[in-house]
């Protein structure tokens, strides 16, 4: 009973190629995250959605596009790869989008770029 | 620009000893808090939260909250060698905002 999946959990790719990362709850939350933490292990978040709609674009480059097709998924599309995307990019969940509500973390997807 | 700054460690304790972890945060509106412990290579999962100062007990953990001197500090008895980990503080800011800034954690060791 994963409560938060991500796919794929690695990623090998080559620069300048597109690829994607797929997220799921099943814990009927609201509101869904991306995060990036990168090798010295700096939490940061990247976006938020609520019921589908972008709550929060933090300063990421454009080559980064979430997509939510309904409120329990929230994809990350990455476009013309770089090698500083190189990082662990963790999906997480909360039941609102509130300053008291705690937040479920995925597995984390390890993203290299060579 | 809101930080939330941890000391990286590693802090090391003998088994059984307290471990205190400590975080200090920039924001003084800042309404709620929390520890969250991430084993290499695993996501992070939350151990506590606190909303008012002074101090919250769950088993062997307790956090401890003191908004005048804007610090979060979490206190782990009985240090197990499964307690070894890297503990990430969190602070939601005011204004009810929602996304937490994270610290960059504390590495902890506990040797047996």
């Known amino acids: 009973d994963t409560a938060v999946s991500q796919t794929p959990k690695y990623l090998v790719t080559q620069m300048g190629n597109d690829k994607s990362i797929k997220c799921e709850q099943n814990?009927?939350?609201?509101?869904m995250y991306w995060y990036k933490q990168d090798s010295k292990k700096f939490l940061k978040i990247m976006f938020s959605y609520n019921n589908k709609e972008l709550i929060i674009n933090e300063t990421v480059p454009n080559r980064f596009s979430p997509k939510s097709p309904d409120k329990a998924h929230l994809n990350l599309h990455i476009n013309s790869l770089e090698l500083g995307d190189s990082a662990v990019y963790f999906c997480?969940?909360?039941?609102?989008?509130?300053?008291?509500?705690?937040?479920?973390f995925g597995p984390g997807t390890r993203l290299t770029v060579l | 620009q809101k930080e939330v700054e941890q000391n990286s460690g590693p802090l090391s304790v003998p088994e059984g000893a307290i471990a205190s972890l400590n975080c200090t945060y920039s924001?003084?509106?800042?309404?709620?808090f929390f520890w969250y412990r991430q084993y290499s290579g695993k996501s992070p999962e939350l151990i506590m939260f606190i909303y008012s100062n002074g101090d919250k007990e769950d088993g062997r953990f307790t956090a401890q909250l003191n908004k005048a001197s804007q610090y979060v500090s979490l206190l782990i008895r009985d240090s197990q060698p499964s307690d070894s980990a890297t503990y990430l503080c969190a602070v939601k800011g005011s204004g009810g905002s929602y996304i937490p800034t994270f610290g960059r954690g504390t590495s902890l060791i506990v040797h047996p």
């Open positions: 814990l009927g939350h609201d509101t």
């Open positions: 997480a969940s909360s039941p609102w989008a509130g300053s008291t509500d705690t937040q479920y």
């Open positions: 924001d003084r509106g800042s309404q709620s």
